[in-house]
């Protein structure tokens, strides 16, 4: 890793938003993480992948002051990580709506843990809501929602606090397969415009290559990191047709021949 | 559907009572008639109040208690360990028995009857919230947490509004229960309200206003029972 960085070209590398070092975690007897190394940087769009219970959610949670490590360091920004920090918003895998809340209700309560007074915090949601493509459904509840709109939700929600760092816990995992590609155009085109850092959990090689710059392969457990993929596909991608290209299916397939190994 | 099972009951009670079977069965009609005196002249109204200021004041607290407690227990293993073993056995122990201790505890008086509707009502308040509490979502939690939310936004932005479809179940049953523990209550202990009208009119033999004021007590169930409902469609729209 620190080899790596040292070839860096001339270009000076972005500052490193955020910094995992030597972390590792055990739930009881089940060591799940083991000297992980991670470092993201600013305005990045990294993905986090691995076998089944290789500990890459549990790496998510670390980094959003969720779970602590036992081990080891994690920053963010400037912040050494010791509990939930205001320059992280975390996406839900099961979206993590409160089924009381109407979608405006939903999207304010970011702001409203933060304490941001309610006029403002109405139209920050506001803006949110209509960014994730859902204006007009403020006053629906989730269950009136399909999956994909849900997830929508949820990240308005995260978007609503103005987050230097989005991380996205397998955001599309429980969606259907159209939905999720409108989606992740969606995503893509969101992020181009605000330049956020971004980690992904996913375990969807196809999601990994077609979103990321980078894509940390984990080992299964205990989880280390076992590779570090770079994806060099041209952006945007959301505009063209990026899954159809020889480079895409080249891509995807050499991780799926690292992944295979690590079964 | 019910309303036709009522009418039909309601029916069969005035023809058998018509046909004169037995001393116990007297017409409905008359039952109705006795009932209606028996408000005009305020026997009812003196009875009944005094009845519902002892479910009130054994209620109300075993309510806010019984959900304070259960949300602790809910949220807290320390608490939890500490109280699930008495609130298990108060729960199945025939309350009746305690009957005793708190004529004890409070002597002969109505406040008795208050405190025998508190034990009835307390302990399916405390079971039901505490349930709640226990039932919500994780991610719920993980996802306030992440923005920042600590003990008190916790209890009172998820655990509380996530509770409270059970809590209200809880409040409902507890109500019904206090019901039962306020006439148990002025029938076994305290010979006050409603309770006492049941005792006297059993033993004098006045069948007629036994059944009125047993119609009574049935009615001001259903009521409380329909009244808790009420609240609890109004305060989980969402469901």
Redesign the interface.
């Given at each position: 890793m620190a080899a790596a960085e040292r070839h860096v070209p001339a270009t000076p590398p972005a500052p490193v938003a955020i910094a995992v070092e030597s972390v590792s975690k055990a739930f009881g007897a089940v060591q799940a993480l083991v000297d992980v190394d991670v470092r993201v940087r600013a305005g990045e769009f990294l993905s986090l992948i691995g076998p089944s219970g290789c500990g890459k959610t549990t790496l998510l949670k670390i980094v959003a002051g969720l779970v602590p490590a036992d081990r080891g360091r994690v920053s963010v920004g400037e912040r050494i990580v010791w509990g939930p920090g205001p320059e992280c918003s975390v996406v839900f895998q099961d979206f993590a709506l409160l089924p009381w809340g109407t979608v405006q209700r939903n999207v304010e309560f970011g702001l409203l843990l933060r304490g941001v007074e309610a006029g403002e915090r109405a139209e920050r949601a506001r803006r949110a809501i209509a960014k994730v493509g859902l204006a007009g459904f403020e006053a629906a509840y989730p269950a009136q929602l399909s999956g994909g709109m849900q997830q929508r939700v949820g990240l308005a929600r995260a978007l609503a606090v103005s987050p230097r760092v989005l991380l996205m816990d397998e955001p599309f995992a429980s969606i259907d397969e159209q939905t999720r590609r409108v989606f992740q155009d969606d995503l893509l085109r969101l992020w181009s415009e605000e330049r956020k850092t971004v980690v992904l959990v996913t375990h969807s090689m196809e999601e990994a290559i077609y979103l990321s710059d980078r894509v940390v392969v984990l080992s299964p457990r205990p989880g280390r990191v076992h590779q570090v993929l770079d994806v060099p596909l041209p952006r945007p991608r959301e505009a063209g047709d990026v899954r159809g290209t020889a480079e895409f299916a080249r891509l995807v397939d050499g991780l799926w021949k690292i992944l295979r190994k690590l079964q | 559907m019910t309303l036709a099972a009522l009418v039909g009951l309601a029916i069969g009670w005035e023809l058998l009572g018509r046909l004169d079977v037995s001393l116990f069965v007297p017409p409905l009609s008359r039952v109705a008639a006795t009932w209606w005196q028996l408000l005009g002249d305020g026997t009812l109204a003196r009875a009944a109040a005094s009845s519902l200021a002892s479910l009130a004041k054994g209620f109300v607290p075993a309510a806010a208690l019984g959900v304070a407690v259960g949300l602790a227990m809910g949220r807290f293993a320390v608490v939890r360990h500490l109280l699930d073993g008495w609130v298990n056995a108060l729960m199945s122990a025939p309350l009746s028995a305690l009957v005793p201790v708190l004529i004890a505890l409070f002597g002969v008086r109505d406040t008795v009857v208050a405190a025998t509707v508190f034990m009835f009502s307390f302990f399916v308040v405390v079971v039901n919230t505490q349930t709640g509490v226990r039932a919500t979502?994780r991610?719920?939690v993980?996802?306030?947490?992440?923005?920042?939310?600590g003990e008190v936004?916790l209890f009172g932005?998820?655990y509380l509004?996530?509770a409270?479809p059970a809590v209200m179940l809880g409040l409902r049953l507890g109500a019904v229960q206090a019901v039962k523990g306020m006439v148990v209550g002025e029938m076994l202990i305290s010979l006050v309200g409603l309770g006492e009208r049941l005792i006297y009119y059993g033993n004098t033999f006045l069948i007629t206003e036994l059944y009125a004021v047993i119609l009574s007590v049935l009615a001001l169930a259903l009521l409380i029972a329909q009244a808790a409902q009420a609240a609890d469609r109004a305060l989980?729209r969402?469901k």
């Open positions: - | 979502d991610s719920l993980d996802m306030a947490r992440a923005f920042g939310a936004a932005r998820i509004p996530a409270l989980v969402w």
